[in-house]
């Protein structure tokens, strides 16, 4: 299919074209004429889809036998409830607040625990991180949360926090746009629907020491434990979300996996950065060591003119460009299946947007 428009969505997001083909051939005959959308989770097909699924991504990300990957539902949400209920020891739990994910990850852990909040970036409306001198880390939390990319302000810390506790993070909308680490957390979730893949399906990288740990006493279905036992087969999985993630880490890989994505995410970004602070016109008001490769807020210096911009880039083929409710202005969510072509098209439709109302 060729469109020529631009989805700038911060998730649901653009999957690339050719992942899109393939997911329609799926439709059509997954399994002896069976589509994708209706064979069971337990058939021979789509077991050995899965296992070669999560090869996949071990094999992009790096993750040792050492960790558990998992395929869950619930997304990424369901997540801020699971971690404080298999991994709070009744002490005390570290949540460094960094944007809307982080806060809401807190307030969520702070029904089960005692939450200590390691630094707070609400007081400068999310746009920058206090210096790592000033964070109140505890002396032993069971463990610490951050989120690594703040979709809804565009602030991403890029490199791994050090602690002693264990490290737990949320990279739902910056996993596999450049190589991590994975060895230095404990656990790292994501929900796939901005750079794995649709809705339905959240992966979860756990080490296998901390599920160790885990309360026996949760229910199965709460328990990270069990759900690894049983493979992510514990009750019927989201078999189409999680083929479709499948096919995407096959895209990543075929353009050269995590690091090509990276370059060129880089590459991206940049572009989009350096236009909007030379222009005048725009501002993007996230601290520059903190600016997301993946999600660019950024407003415009006259009022009045949000609706005006919106549909105007509508109108050119740029859709979804309107800001997070809570904070307006514009977001352009550039995830590693927007190519470079979407963010030239982007900046020449800003630029003529600011020479006919400066
Ligand atoms: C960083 C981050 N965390 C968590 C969530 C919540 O994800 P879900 O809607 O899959 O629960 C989102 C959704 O946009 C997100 O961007």
Redesign the pocket.
Known sequence: MSKDIFNFS??PAVIPDSVIDTINLGLDDFDRGMSIIEVSHRSHAFKEFAKSSESSLRNLLNISEEYSVLFLQG????QFALIPMNFSKNGVLDYLVTGA?SKKASEYASKISDVNIVSDSSSNNFTDVADLNSWNISDNADFFFY?A???VHGLEIHDPIETSSPLIC?M??TIASRPIDVNKYDLIFA?A??NLGI?GV?IVIVKNKLLSGVKTELLPMFNYSAHANEASMLNTSPVFSWYVSGLVFDWIQEQGGVEEMARINKLKSDMLYDYIDQSGFYANPVSKPYRSWMNIPFTLSRDGLDDKFLSSAEESGLLNLKGHRTVGGMRASVYNAMPIEGIKRLISFMDEFAKLHE
């Open positions: 911060a998730g997304g990424a949400t369901h994910w989120c990319n703040e979709t949320d739902s909308s929900g629907q901005k809705a959240t």
